[in-house]
């Protein structure tokens, strides 16, 4: 597709369900990352993956959080026994790897997002 | 831990050149300046980057101090449209892209 692509693009959960974002890259992109933004706050750091290398999974804020990515092409972030602090919009981006980019190198391109309202 | 530190907010005049300040006194040798803003209710969207050298696009212009330890991002001529938060991120190549507070810009008609 033209652009990062993510569904749903409104999620209404009640609390303890389990939720699952997707997101789909630009094509060629290696780099993924999941963000999560709060209403009224900046943008979380989640997860990145970056090719073949292990994700890094620094932000996850707890083990009810998880996300897989097959190669360099779809990925999804999993929300089990959401809680209403998990209401946010969660925002994928991609990147090409900086070598590849050149003069774009580190422009991340960003989805609409996925809004989550735990009930 | 924050790499960078920039003003919560500032204020512009339509027109006017807005210069937004950033700190980033402890930036290594290999890391990068990159600055993105975010208008209200979208995501993200990147404007420049540099390195050592001073760099110009068509959205904007990056000065980076000689010990590269602060850098200001410069909007020419401002337009009611650039109001947003905008954000000085310092990263490795190839690495993960981390956003601080910002500065929420605005610009006054």
């Known amino acids: 597709g033209a652009g990062v692509s993510q569904s749903p693009s409104n999620k209404v959960t009640e609390k303890g369900k389990d939720v699952e974002l997707r997101c789909d890259p630009i094509s060629g992109h290696t780099a993924l990352y999941w963000y999560r933004q709060r209403l009224g706050q900046g943008l979380e750091f989640l997860i990145y993956?970056?090719?073949?290398?292990?994700?890094?999974k620094s932000g996850l804020p707890s083990d009810r959080f998880s996300a897989e990515r097959t190669g360099e092409s779809v990925s999804t972030l999993t929300i089990q026994r959401t809680q209403q602090e998990d209401s946010a919009v969660y925002l994928c981006a991609s990147s090409l790897e900086f070598w590849l980019a050149g003069a774009t190198s580190g422009e991340l391109f960003f989805g609409e997002g996925s809004r989550l309202t735990v009930l | 831990d924050a790499k960078t530190t920039q003003p919560p907010s500032m204020d512009c005049a339509e027109g006017r050149a807005a210069n937004l300040p950033c700190n980033h006194s402890?930036?290594?040798?290999?890391?990068?300046v990159y600055w993105y803003r975010q208008i209200h209710s979208q995501g993200p969207q990147y404007i420049i980057h540099g390195l050592k050298n001073n760099e110009t696009n068509e959205m904007a212009s990056l000065i980076i101090t000689e010990d590269r330890k602060s850098s200001t991002l410069i909007l020419p001529h401002a337009t009611l449209r650039d109001t947003a938060v905008y954000y000085c991120?310092?990263?490795?190549?190839?690495?993960?892209?981390?956003f601080g507070k910002g500065t929420r810009l605005h610009i006054l008609p």
């Open positions: 402890t930036i290594s040798g290999n890391e990068y």
């Open positions: 991120i310092v990263s490795l190549r190839d690495d993960k892209i981390i």
């Open positions: 993956f970056q090719g073949n290398s292990a994700p890094d």
